[in-house]
């Protein structure tokens, strides 16, 4: 029985779910996912792989350094051990000095390294000299990836990428860590190894962890891979997930996409951006756990650090986008100073901030101006890159998020060149369909989340829904936090409503007890300390 019908059938029209797609939608089917042989050049790589195995070659994993790579190189680790396979090794890039990518001294690493076989995730696919360069020195290369491909492929023994154009996968959206376990389901559907059907979901942990952290769409087939990789991570014998929970105060059998996102994702990408990806991937493969224990401390330290660098970069651009008389339709904005690696995290700020898509550079280890850019409202940053394709050294990335590099020469005018370019593209906001959807404070209770929750995991592509409640009467108001910057509203009735990093000064409504305002907020449920609370998150207030 619906408790909210109308809401119900409202959240499912939002999200244009028709009749036939809603039983898919509400359950997912994990034997609905697509056969893996439908991903180009599948076959030869699962047959690649196979062909290395039974020979005995030394393979390297040449993983991405972030929270798609990182856990797809879990992915693959946890392949080989089930199969009792040990002739492998990693190789994850320094952010800084290496950058994003195969690069010809990695190669070189791997040749010595005596590795026949090389296998990236979650990159590789712009890597054309790179990709020669290890033919030419006897290696074999695989190329998983998802990002979108230039107009040449590399040529590598098998390039499994969804986004080819040649792709016949009825799915694109898959993220890095959903690709390479598409390559352990197709391998071991032709070769097991003695390994036990279905072992390789306890993996799905992991791309749950990649498909939440990458920003793409939880529609299709990442619905299915976010809905029961959650499972798997609420169950997981991780010591090192453990320990990260333990540290984190969250309930491991109540993990929900939002712990991962905001708590997992950061402590991961952290590693990389200040310089020691390796921890975070052996946090995630370690089975000791004093091990477990050290790099949990450790991966919080660095977080920490990070948070205090990004915010000292954040405040530095916001000075001097003050200083200028207009800001441009496509902000580009930078430092020889900064740490490209953290410029992803400047730009999301920057882009809350100013609304349009940002671009922030600063310089690598080698000297080159790097940097991350955000898109905003839709508009495709892979297209904007294109259109001003010979203001950059190299660029990539997704729809919403990308890299560049770029001379100090075209910096000049890059701004203005994107700002053009912008002009001529079209947005494509997000298709959710989210408008706030009104509600009464006597309607918050656990029936409404029963409807509500149907429809999670959440995020791009199936964004929360917001709720519009008028006339809710405050009856308290307090800060809350080590810092204080937290902000927890009760009215009556007894329904509690919070916003992180928010100051009551920063609304446009007096909140003191008595005053009735008009709120907008997510429903969530709260299981901090293994407290179940049900609770808004504030999205906006009005009188």
């Excluded at 919080?300 to 003050?322: C, F, M, Y």
């Amino acid at each position: 029985m619906q408790h909210f019908p109308e809401l119900f059938e409202t959240l499912l029209r939002q999200r244009g779910i028709v009749l036939e797609e809603k039983e898919d939608f509400l359950n997912p089917d994990y034997d609905k996912l697509c056969d893996p042989l439908l991903l180009p050049d599948m076959l030869e790589a699962r047959d690649r792989v196979i062909k290395a195995i039974e020979n005995n070659e030394h393979i390297v994993i040449f993983s991405d350094y972030d929270a798609d790579g990182v856990p797809g190189a879990i992915v693959l680790s946890d392949f080989f051990k089930r199969i009792k396979y040990e002739n492998i090794s990693f190789y994850i890039p320094h952010r800084h000095n290496e950058g994003f990518g195969l690069n010809p001294e990695a190669i070189e690493e791997c040749a010595k390294r005596g590795a026949k076989l090389i296998i990236t995730i979650d990159c590789g696919i712009a890597d054309i000299k790179e990709t020669a360069l290890a033919n030419e020195l006897g290696m074999d290369v695989i190329i998983t990836d998802h990002h979108k491909p230039g107009q040449t492929l590399p040529k590598a023994y098998a390039v499994v990428n969804p986004n080819r154009e040649d792709s016949g996968y009825p799915f694109n959206g898959l993220c890095g860590s959903a690709v390479v376990f598409k390559l352990v389901q197709s391998i071991l559907a032709k070769e097991p190894f003695g390994v036990k059907p279905g072992m390789e979901k306890w993996s799905l942990d992991m791309v749950a962890i990649a498909t939440l952290s990458d920003m793409v769409p939880l529609v299709g087939e990442n619905r299915i891979l976010a809905r029961f990789g959650l499972e798997v991570l609420r169950k997981s014998p991780r010591p090192g997930l453990e320990a990260l929970f333990r540290r984190l105060n969250l309930n491991q059998k109540n993990i929900t996409e939002d712990d991962v996102v905001f708590m997992i994702t950061p402590r991961i990408n952290a590693a990389s951006r200040m310089g020691v990806p390796e921890d975070a991937f052996n946090l995630l493969r370690t089975t000791d756990l004093g091990e477990a224990e050290k790099l949990t401390l450790h991966l919080e330290k660095i977080n920490n650090e990070r948070k205090g660098v990004v915010a000292s970069i954040v405040k530095e651009a916001k000075s001097h986008l003050s200083d200028r008389q207009q800001v441009a339709d496509v902000i580009v904005v930078g430092n020889p100073d900064w740490r490209p690696a953290l410029l992803g995290l400047v730009a999301n700020s920057l882009v809350e901030e100013y609304r349009r898509p940002v671009f922030v550079w600063g310089r690598d280890g080698g000297g080159v101006l790097k940097g991350s850019c955000r898109s905003y409202n839709g508009y495709d940053l892979f297209a904007l890159m294109s259109a001003a394709s010979d203001s950059f050294i190299e660029f990539g990335g997704h729809m919403g998020a990308g890299g560049f590099s770029v001379t100090l020469v075209n910096l000049t005018t890059l701004e203005e060149r994107l700002s053009l370019a912008l002009s001529h593209l079209e947005a494509q906001p997000p298709s959710d369909g989210i408008l706030p959807l009104h509600i009464n404070l006597g309607d918050i209770g656990e029936n409404l989340w029963e409807t509500v929750s149907q429809f999670a995991p959440f995020g791009m592509g199936n964004q929360k829904p917001i709720f519009k409640i008028p006339k809710a009467e405050i009856k308290s108001v307090k800060k809350f936090g080590k810092e204080n910057n937290h902000l927890e509203i009760m009215f009556n009735g007894g329904v509690k409503a919070i916003a992180f990093f928010s100051d009551p000064a920063s609304y446009s409504v007096l909140l003191t007890p008595g005053t009735r305002i008009s709120l907008l907020a997510n429903l969530e449920k709260s299981f901090f300390r293994n407290r179940p609370e049900l609770r808004l998150r504030i999205v906006d207030m009005e009188s």
